[in-house]
């Protein structure tokens, strides 16, 4: 049998195209059942074929016929569409400006300290102090629907045209041609930062302590703070536990001296905890459970319960008038519960009791069936003659069912307060959620837009917490921060790997080394060459022309990047730089590996949440996983018989090394075969054959 020639995505494509082409060239056209009344008079009333042909059926048309299981299957579809963020395309000239730098510019060596420092105007020059996040424009109550809409999209318009023309002015003024920055375009996904921004009391604003200001920047930052009515902001730095601490204090007081004493608290926070292995445990990937340490839960609950003390507190306007004072009422729930959720075990307790709840219901009484007589007498408050009087209780249900929501007061009209958690993409809002409660509850990965609309769950009865999908804010970053930090999915990873390669020693990280080794000049690198030397020790190769594959093996480095197996971390822009503290050549942090806190420690300090857990991280994430190769698909993938190969290789290591239905949580791109396995034959645990 012939072996089977292998094909690029490329190729494929295109041979679909020809074939649906040759396909649609070849059909008869059938008219539609709707119009084979309406096309046969049209063609016994005309006389000129070309009158007398028919169009084809409409989309609404055929929508109206398909099958039950096909129109829920297009509805599906077209929900997921309307909620997907939407980016400008780069254009081809620059994609070819960027391949030619990669393989051409020799990367500056040594690396610059002054580049690990992160400044503002870096991010957002002064010439593009008017970006902003687009605000909800003001509506009332006897505006339908439509015209609260339309009204909408009318606004957001006009703020798109006037960031673009203010995005593109600024760049044609600087002499090089700048990254494009993008943003979101999508006016559903900004309506769902409007509701969280509505409905909310207090605000969480997350972001990445290894890169805060491109996820608080200046945009955002505007936005929060001309809410109308003020909201109370909390300034969460997320992921401490991938840098050293003496950087995430330092980014903490970098933020505490700009806000000062009457802005937004600084909170620092982990979000996922390393469990502890035993002897069942099997794998070597650790796992990881979501979970929050005692410092920092008590510490957000301190910010929680400063924010809802401010919100009770008269503004100093209306305290100097006894009058206003005297009708002054709160717009939040005056009596909160935070102890109840500053344990795990009173979170379960609540959590249990609020589910018996919602499955008790009460028995009505059966209604008598027409014609049927029913004894007055056995009824309660049957009365002398037989008719049923209401007793004082029931009268006072109907007379409560009467009173309308806007007439309520007090913490009636505040049944709980509601915390907003809002932020770019991947920075681990899901994950603080999930945190928070100690368990799984809503689906967390680090594939940028994994959340696609609100959600909200009680902490207790009287705190609800609102997760808002990330979307990109407005800025001047540029494509290449943007991925590095994770906000956009991996793509063109050759400008990014450039750019990070010019901020920290990559080859020094990776353990490349030119073929030159006796030579006493310093090894010159450019992008290409340092991308093709590891695609070469990782064994990524393409299909037809065997060469190295440089998109497989960007996009290694960069997972390795965001999960911060490559340590790295930007320094804030303040005197007293941090750098003395640690050792950093440039954004690199040298001698430390980002690790959670384990099992043991937790009990230690009882204080974790999340205790008893056995998920991992890398399960919760399966499908986004499956999304990630989906997206970081390179243009050339590896022949068929090549792939069965390894397969066969790695299945035969498999039966060796492991029980049937072992390890499954390890990254597909990261499974190396050990040379040697080892096989205890007094576990009893090897297979049958």
Same mark, same amino acid.
Request: proline residues 6%.
């Given at each position: 049998?012939?072996?089977?020639?292998?094909?690029?995505?490329?190729?494929?494509?295109?041979?679909?195209?020809?074939?649906?082409?040759?396909?649609?060239?070849?059909?008869?056209?059938?008219?539609?059942?709707?119009?084979?009344?309406?096309?046969?008079?049209?063609?016994?009333?005309?006389?000129?074929?070309?009158?007398?042909?028919?169009?084809?059926?409409?989309?609404?048309?055929?929508?109206?016929?398909?099958?039950?299981?096909?129109?829920?299957?297009?509805?599906?579809?077209?929900?997921?569409?309307?909620?997907?963020?939407?980016?400008?395309?780069?254009?081809?000239?620059?994609?070819?400006?960027?391949?030619?730098?990669?393989?051409?510019?020799?990367?500056?060596?040594?690396?610059?300290?002054?580049?690990?420092?992160?400044?503002?105007?870096?991010?957002?020059?002064?010439?593009?102090?008017?970006?902003?996040?687009?605000?909800?424009?003001?509506?009332?109550?006897?505006?339908?629907?439509?015209?609260?809409?339309?009204?909408?999209?009318?606004?957001?318009?006009?703020?798109?045209?006037?960031?673009?023309?203010?995005?593109?002015?600024?760049?044609?003024?600087?002499?090089?041609?700048?990254?494009?920055?993008?943003?979101?375009?999508?006016?559903?996904?900004?309506?769902?930062?409007?509701?969280?921004?509505?409905?909310?009391?207090?605000?969480?604003?997350?972001?990445?302590?290894?890169?805060?200001?491109?996820?608080?920047?200046?945009?955002?930052?505007?936005?929060?703070?001309?809410?109308?009515?003020?909201?109370?902001?909390?300034?969460?730095?997320?992921?401490?536990?991938?840098?050293?601490?003496?950087?995430?204090?330092?980014?903490?007081?970098?933020?505490?001296?700009?806000?000062?004493?009457?802005?937004?608290?600084?909170?620092?926070?982990?979000?996922?905890?390393?469990?502890?292995?035993?002897?069942?445990?099997?794998?070597?990937?650790?796992?990881?459970?979501?979970?929050?340490?005692?410092?920092?839960?008590?510490?957000?609950?301190?910010?929680?319960?400063?924010?809802?003390?401010?919100?009770?507190?008269?503004?100093?306007?209306?305290?100097?008038?006894?009058?206003?004072?005297?009708?002054?009422?709160?717009?939040?729930?005056?009596?909160?519960?935070?102890?109840?959720?500053?344990?795990?075990?009173?979170?379960?307790?609540?959590?249990?009791?609020?589910?018996?709840?919602?499955?008790?219901?009460?028995?009505?009484?059966?209604?008598?069936?027409?014609?049927?007589?029913?004894?007055?007498?056995?009824?309660?408050?049957?009365?002398?003659?037989?008719?049923?009087?209401?007793?004082?209780?029931?009268?006072?249900?109907?007379?409560?069912?009467?009173?309308?929501?806007?007439?309520?007061?007090?913490?009636?009209?505040?049944?709980?307060?509601?915390?907003?958690?809002?932020?770019?993409?991947?920075?681990?809002?899901?994950?603080?959620?999930?945190?928070?409660?100690?368990?799984?509850?809503?689906?967390?990965?680090?594939?940028?837009?994994?959340?696609?609309?609100?959600?909200?769950?009680?902490?207790?009865?009287?705190?609800?917490?609102?997760?808002?999908?990330?979307?990109?804010?407005?800025?001047?970053?540029?494509?290449?921060?943007?991925?590095?930090?994770?906000?956009?999915?991996?793509?063109?990873?050759?400008?990014?790997?450039?750019?990070?390669?010019?901020?920290?020693?990559?080859?020094?990280?990776?353990?490349?080394?030119?073929?030159?080794?006796?030579?006493?000049?310093?090894?010159?690198?450019?992008?290409?060459?340092?991308?093709?030397?590891?695609?070469?020790?990782?064994?990524?190769?393409?299909?037809?022309?065997?060469?190295?594959?440089?998109?497989?093996?960007?996009?290694?480095?960069?997972?390795?990047?965001?999960?911060?197996?490559?340590?790295?971390?930007?320094?804030?822009?303040?005197?007293?730089?941090?750098?003395?503290?640690?050792?950093?050549?440039?954004?690199?942090?040298?001698?430390?590996?980002?690790?959670?806190?384990?099992?043991?420690?937790?009990?230690?300090?009882?204080?974790?949440?999340?205790?008893?857990?056995?998920?991992?991280?890398?399960?919760?994430? =399966? *499908?986004?996983?499956? !999304?990630? &190769?989906? #997206?970081? /698909?390179? +243009?050339? @993938? $590896?022949?068929?018989? %090549?792939?069965?190969?390894?397969?066969?290789?790695?299945?035969?290591?498999?039966?060796?090394?492991?029980?049937?239905?072992?390890?499954?949580?390890? =990254? *597909?791109?990261?499974? !190396?075969? &050990?040379? #040697?396995? /080892?096989? +205890?034959? @007094? $576990?009893?645990?090897? %297979?049958?054959?």
């Amino acid at each position: 049998m012939a072996r089977k020639k292998p094909t690029s995505g490329k190729a494929r494509k295109q041979q679909l195209i020809t074939k649906r082409a040759n396909k649609a060239a070849k059909a008869v056209p059938t008219l539609h059942p709707l119009d084979a009344a309406e096309a046969a008079a049209r063609a016994s009333s005309s006389a000129h074929p070309l009158l007398a042909a028919s169009s084809r059926p409409s989309a609404i048309q055929r929508r109206l016929h398909l099958d039950p299981n096909e129109q829920a299957r297009e509805s599906r579809k077209d929900a997921s569409m309307k909620m997907e963020s939407r980016f400008l395309r780069l254009p081809l000239e620059l994609l070819q400006h960027h391949r030619l730098v990669s393989a051409e510019q020799v990367l500056r060596r040594p690396v610059e300290d002054s580049l690990g420092v992160l400044r503002v105007q870096e991010l957002q020059p002064k010439e593009l102090e008017g970006l902003t996040c687009p605000s909800r424009p003001k509506w009332h109550y006897t505006q339908t629907k439509k015209e609260v809409e339309k009204n909408e999209e009318g606004v957001f318009l006009k703020w798109m045209k006037k960031t673009d023309a203010l995005l593109a002015e600024f760049a044609a003024s600087l002499p090089h041609t700048p990254a494009p920055t993008f943003y979101e375009r999508n006016l559903q996904v900004w309506r769902q930062l409007w509701r969280v921004s509505e409905v909310s009391s207090i605000l969480l604003v997350l972001i990445d302590v290894r890169f805060p200001l491109i996820h608080y920047p200046p945009a955002l930052q505007a936005y929060v703070t001309s809410l109308r009515p003020k909201k109370k902001v909390i300034l969460v730095l997320t992921k401490t536990d991938l840098v050293p601490p003496f950087l995430a204090e330092a980014w903490k007081k970098w933020f505490e001296e700009r806000e000062g004493p009457d802005g937004a608290s600084v909170v620092l926070m982990e979000s996922y905890r390393e469990s502890e292995r035993t002897v069942l445990t099997q794998g070597t990937q650790p796992r990881f459970v979501p979970a929050a340490p005692t410092s920092s839960r008590q510490a957000l609950l301190t910010a929680l319960k400063k924010a809802h003390t401010e919100l009770l507190t008269p503004p100093p306007v209306v305290a100097a008038d006894p009058v206003k004072l005297a009708r002054w009422e709160p717009r939040v729930r005056r009596a909160v519960d935070w102890d109840s959720v500053a344990e795990v075990q009173e979170v379960e307790k609540e959590r249990k009791v609020r589910r018996n709840k919602e499955k008790y219901v009460p028995k009505r009484k059966r209604r008598a069936a027409v014609g049927e007589e029913v004894d007055s007498s056995d009824e309660e408050g049957a009365g002398v003659d037989g008719k049923t009087e209401l007793k004082d209780d029931e009268g006072e249900k109907e007379e409560q069912e009467e009173v309308k929501p806007w007439e309520l007061k007090g913490d009636a009209a505040h049944p709980f307060i509601t915390v907003g958690l809002i932020g770019q993409p991947n920075v681990g809002k899901s994950s603080l959620l999930n945190a928070l409660l100690g368990r799984k509850v809503v689906r967390a990965s680090r594939t940028p837009g994994k959340t696609k609309t609100l959600q909200t769950i009680f902490w207790n009865d009287t705190v609800r917490l609102c997760d808002c999908p990330g979307l990109v804010c407005p800025s001047f970053a540029g494509m290449e921060r943007q991925v590095l930090s994770g906000i956009l999915p991996i793509q063109n990873v050759e400008p990014v790997i450039f750019f990070v390669a010019e901020r920290m020693p990559l080859e020094n990280v990776l353990k490349l080394k030119k073929d030159d080794e006796f030579s006493l000049e310093e090894a010159k690198w450019t992008t290409d060459e340092m991308l093709s030397d590891y695609a070469e020790a990782q064994g990524f190769f393409t299909a037809k022309a065997g060469r190295p594959d440089l998109y497989r093996g960007g996009a290694h480095i960069l997972r390795q990047l965001h999960s911060s197996a490559i340590p790295w971390g930007f320094r804030p822009p303040f005197k007293g730089d941090v750098a003395n503290e640690g050792r950093q050549e440039g954004i690199w942090i040298k001698d430390f590996v980002a690790r959670a806190s384990t099992e043991s420690e937790d009990k230690r300090q009882n204080g974790m949440v999340g205790e008893g857990e056995t998920a991992s991280e890398e399960e919760s994430e =399966d *499908e986004s996983e499956e !999304e990630e &190769e989906d #997206e970081d /698909e390179s +243009e050339t @993938e $590896e022949s068929d018989a %090549e792939a069965g190969a390894i397969g066969a290789i790695k299945s035969a290591f498999a039966a060796l090394a492991v029980e049937e239905g072992g390890d499954e949580d390890e =990254d *597909e791109d990261e499974v !190396e075969v &050990e040379d #040697e396995v /080892e096989v +205890e034959d @007094e $576990e009893g645990n090897s %297979e049958e054959e």
